[in-house]
């Protein structure tokens, strides 16, 4: 009876330990959030952070099912703050543009390891008509 619960315990170790180390082998060789081949260049391109920001599983949820009307890139105009990043501005489109609201976006931010560092999704704003005796006639 010993030498069974002695067997017992040795084949579970040794499932524990060839289970990690297939586990190991094969997990996903590319982290989310960083450049396919796991390189960060020294300048990040706008091609390098939409790379990024497409392969990061958060920035996806973000875009699931969105229409994008455009995409615009932005570098961090303060660098001296000690944080230096690439802003990309997916600007979804708008369902109903007469209802006075803008439509929101999707802010990403990756920053200088190739990483997301910030991704969230702006609420609609309200865009209220302006007073009758400032408004420009011909804009009506």
Known sequence: ????????????VLAFIVGGGVGYLLAPQNIPGTV???TCPAEITSLHALTVALH????????????????????D????RGR?????????HDPNPDDRETA??????INDSCMV???Y????????RAPPETQDPSFD
Do not use: C, H, W
């Open 1 to 12: 009876m010993d030498r069974i619960n002695s067997l017992t315990a040795g084949l579970l």
């Open 117 to 119: 560092d910030t991704a």
């Open 84 to 92: 230096n990043y690439t802003q990309i501005v997916f600007r979804l």
């Open 56 to 75: 990061d599983p958060e920035v996806v949820g973000l875009l699931d099912n969105k229409s994008i009307d455009t995409i615009a890139f932005s570098k």
């Open 121 to 128: 999704q702006t609420y609609p704003s309200y865009i209220p």
């Open 104 to 109: 929101s976006m999707i802010i990403v931010q």
């Open 77 to 80: 105009p303060y660098p001296g």
């Open 36 to 38: 396919a081949d796991d």
